[in-house]
């Protein structure tokens, strides 16, 4: 690969993730050390650190909850060890009481740490050193701003950095940033994983774009020559462009679980009927602060540019799960579902206005998430009916689900279904909450007494005319389709990477069923 000169229009790279998009850049940095911390004493230093590496393992739990796929959720497992690493904390801490800053102590136990791995024969060693350092970085961002990067601002732009992690790549996807390009990087890293999982485009591209690239500067990705071209003349900003796969066939039996715009459109092309989950509180992981209705609004139109149907569920608290602004914890109880609902009411009421400004109307839902009965339900039911009213916006348009994912909502599931107009039925918690299991277990099985339930949610809301849907990881388990072919289940709801080979083997299961009737 050639070094690029400075005259040149346009930089030679490697594409990992093709696709021809045009947009602004913005270039990702480290935030700056806080002039007022410097003299601060090593006790507040060590504590400053211990807050933010505490916080930053607390993010990539928020990430695990949202990963596509074993390979993302084995990633992040392993990244949050290494975050969690005892001896890592040590040195850092060790140096903080020598006298070093904590953000000195960061940067130069990285770049010890970093240097060693960057010599070692072992090739994962070596693409693990990215992760060190974008670990580090975490731990920086919350030193330096008491949070990490507000990552709403890369939304629709194309980031330009000189190397990029596999952390990174999530959070920019789910922010809905258009592109990655990077000076450094690996085919086989994490990033390269995670930017094919994400659908996100992201290039390798030779040494000097980052010097080269400014803040606002419009930038070109073309697979096709190989090449990133900056400041193109006379081009208009533009989202991908499919470079290899076309739209593939609808799958009927099949909608997706998505976290922003990638997702929507990773789902249309992987030819799911429609979102069956939109996790909308992973839309707004991206702040630090609560967006105003307008601003969500703009957030949640992005996801019907797939032109799909969408059953978007409101923001679900859970300790893996956390907005900043809402209120989490109650007399010492964590808030979940329906209590964070009631307890954080303005915001609620706030999201369902913009969800319904924003298009959310029948054939697309709105989703009430954990209630355990049907009053829960009736109160998430006024909530948006209130909204609709302050939008001007008939009830016959109207589209109220919710979420059955605890044994109190099975148990009164005949009168739930009357006043639903769908059901999603969230395996995960009510796995948890029916057989007391830990979050850490494998929750994809389906076990004697979860069949029982599941069959009864589907037997109840078929009677009342109201379609039913599998979400979870039980629902992307292969070993579950044909249980829930049997039952009747309408959907399953699952990453949209995966609808294709379940796709697959769903149409192999109905061919055997009908050879053997």
Not at 63 to 88: I, P
Not at 240 to 262: I, L, Y
Not at 401 to 425: H, K, N, R, Y
């Amino acid at each position: 690969m050639q070094r690029y000169k400075k005259q040149d229009a346009s930089i030679e790279c490697e594409f990992i993730v093709p696709a021809e998009v045009c947009g602004k850049a913005v270039r990702l940095g480290l935030q700056k050390e806080q002039p007022q911390m410097q003299q601060a004493g090593k006790r507040t230093q060590l504590q400053r650190f211990e807050s933010a590496a505490s916080a930053f393992c607390r993010s990539l739990r928020d990430l695990k909850h949202y990963a596509h796929g074993k390979t993302q959720k084995q990633v992040l497992s392993a990244l949050l060890v290494l975050a969690e690493d005892t001896e890592l904390h040590n040195d850092i801490a060790g140096r903080i009481l020598t006298g070093e800053t904590a953000e000195a102590a960061v940067k130069t136990v990285a770049e010890q740490y970093v240097g060693i791995m960057r010599r070692a024969e072992d090739g994962q060693m070596r693409s693990g050193a990215v992760e060190l350092e974008s670990i580090c970085t975490g731990f920086l961002e919350h030193m330096s701003r008491g949070c990490e990067t507000d990552y709403a601002g890369y939304r629709d732009r194309i980031v330009v950095a000189l190397e990029i992690s596999a952390i990174q790549i999530m959070r920019l996807s789910m922010a809905g940033a258009l592109g990655v390009a990077a000076e450094r990087g690996s085919k086989t890293g994490h990033a390269a994983i995670f930017a094919k999982t994400e659908g996100m485009p992201y290039a390798i591209a030779a040494e000097g774009l980052y010097d080269e690239v400014a803040d606002g500067d419009m930038v070109l990705f073309d697979p096709e020559k190989e090449h990133i071209v900056i400041r193109p003349p006379d081009i208009q900003a533009s989202g991908p462009k499919k470079c290899e796969e076309s739209q593939a066939k609808p799958k009927p039996f099949f909608a997706a679980n998505v976290t922003g715009r990638r997702g929507a459109l990773s789902a249309k092309k992987n030819g799911a009927w429609g979102i069956g989950l939109l996790r909308t509180e992973a839309l707004l992981m991206q702040y630090h602060r609560e967006p105003g209705e307008k601003e969500q609004e703009e957030l949640y139109r992005t996801i019907l540019q797939a032109g799909l149907p969408v059953y978007a569920r409101l923001a679900d608290m859970d300790e893996d799960k956390r907005l900043p602004w809402l209120m989490a914890e109650k007399e010492g109880k964590r808030l979940r579902g329906i209590d964070a609902v009631c307890e954080n009411r303005n915001f609620y009421q706030a999201q369902i206005r913009a969800l319904l400004g924003a298009g959310y109307l029948a054939p697309h839902g709105i989703m009430a998430p954990m209630i355990r009965c049907a009053e829960d339900f009736v109160y998430v039911k006024r909530m948006v009916a209130e909204a609709a009213q302050d939008r001007k916006i008939p009830a016959e348009r109207l589209k109220t689900g919710c979420m059955v994912e605890t044994p109190q909502a099975v148990e009164d599931i005949e009168e739930i279904a009357g006043l639903a107009g769908f059901l999603s039925i969230g395996t995960n918690d009510l796995t948890r909450y029916t057989l007391g299991m830990p979050r850490e277990e494998d929750l994809s099985t389906l076990y004697p007494e979860i069949k029982k339930s599941i069959s009864k949610v589907v037997r109840e809301s078929h009677k009342k005319g109201v379609s039913v849907g599998i979400c979870g990881d039980a629902a992307a388990n292969k070993n579950n389709l044909l249980f829930f072919d049997e039952i009747g289940v309408d959907y399953v709801s699952v990453p949209p990477s995966l609808i294709a080979g379940l796709a697959d083997l769903h149409d192999k299961n109905e061919e055997s069923d009908f050879r053997g009737r």
